[in-house]
């Protein structure tokens, strides 16, 4: 799981208080391993289901916090917000409930992979010069998007989307992208937000917040597409747009300072293709009415994918081995296929070919049986034939030629004729009978 769920909140509180639960603790249904990160507001822990032996990752929040009305809160509307969207790429939660210490839980499916922060490390550079990172970048970006696209038709803004709660699965069957952390996420049309906070308090990760979030203001769907400018800038560049020595100095780069395009703060972004240039800075707009849909971002992606000539497979990004089972995303693949034409198809088409041929083979011609409007009188002068009559004797019975029957006397009938006025017995056999 991610080792930095809770980082971005941690407090001045003693490190030294912390309860750390013990292998083998009972968490609900499940049991503790071990703990497998950690953070300023708890623990992460890989557990199993003691019975049928489900693999897991359980998040605990310390006393104090699962104490706090507002984080409680949060907490709980975080899986809810999750089981709402219910998206292949966005991590699994199925359980919630609270210790016998206080402590409060959630229990999601477990993750074997890196998060996208590990994973730039890595690169250095960027994404941008290497093509399979290339495509490893692309397929990231669109599974990213496809889960963005489910939560915001469930009418929920992510509102924290950065590289830390990007989560790269690894599997032996290939690849898949999971957004994490719905924690601070707002529903939207509501009025409320998933984490209850002041009015004019800035929420999010400052490195990745959008302008309005950095005024305290009300967001929308826009400012996750803003987050995801600045994730594309930095994953193809290798820098991020916006940074400085403070808090404020960050802040003010998101609300007023252009993002730059060359020069030493840029990194890569001015070798990189001017149609990918436009679509990251289309998203950092500072105006939301500005900035992008997703659909259109969604969009442009693929089309980059065709103009770059990329393959998305999962077998073909070979610097991740990660997990993916067919996930939905939205792909455009421009590699050259071997293309052949179903059976069924094929059935088809020779059956109406036949049925054509023979119907034009085997059609009678039409005639037109209406009269025309004028048509031409023709007369013909009558004409008398005479022929000789000649009486035609009165044709003979023929006689039943009988089929010969082997070793078999055809039986004599014989008719009995009566006079007319000789009395019928009613009980007697009319017509032929056996001799």
Known sequence: MNNQDFSE????????????????????????????????????????????????????????????????????????????????????????????????????????GRSLRDRLRDAGGGMWQ????????????????????????????????????????????????KLLDFGIAKEIGSGTDLQKTSAGTPIGTPLYMSPEQCRGMDVDCRADLYALGVIMYEMFAGVRPFSGESFIDVLNGHMSVPPPQSGSGSGAFSSLHRELQTLILACLEKA?????????????????????????????????????????????????????????????????????????????????????????VITIPPVTVQLPVTAVPPMEKATPVKAARTEVKPTKRVRHERASDEKVDPNATSGWQQP
């Not at 792909?331 to 088809?348: G, L, M, Q």
């Open 130 to 177: 290497d093509v399979t990172a290339r495509a490893e970048a692309f397929r990231i970006l669109l599974e990213v998007c496809d889960a963005l696209s489910a939560a915001h038709a469930t009418g929920i803004v992510h509102r924290d989307l950065k590289p830390d709660n990007i989560f790269l699965t690894m599997s032996r069957t290939g690849t898949r992208t």
């Open 288 to 376: 939301q009415e500005s900035r992008p849909t997703l659909d259109e971002v969604i969009a442009n992606l693929n089309q980059l994918v065709v103009d770059f000539d990329l393959d998305l497979r999962p077998s073909s990004i070979g610097s991740v081995r990660l997990k993916s089972e067919g996930a939905q995303t939205p792909r455009t693949f421009s590699k050259a296929r071997t293309s052949y034409v179903p059976w069924y198809i094929a059935t088809a088409v020779v059956s109406a070919l036949l049925s054509v041929g023979l119907s034009v083979r085997f059609e009678k011609p039409k005639v037109n049986l209406v009269p025309r409007e004028n048509p031409a």
């Open 9 to 112: 909140e941690t407090t001045a509180i003693d490190r030294r208080s912390y309860t750390e639960l013990e292998a083998g603790t009972r968490v609900g249904e499940y049991e503790i391993i071990e703990k497998i990160g950690e953070g300023g507001m708890g623990f992460v822990y890989a557990g199993h289901h003691p019975v049928i032996g489900k693999k897991v990752a359980i998040k605990v929040l310390q006393h104090w916090f699962s104490q706090d009305p507002a984080i409680a809160s949060r907490f709980l509307r975080e899986a809810k917000a999750v089981n709402a969207i219910g998206h292949e790429n966005i991590v699994d939660i199925f359980a919630f409930g609270e210790l016998p210490t206080g402590q409060l839980y959630l229990v999601m499916e477990f993750l074997t």
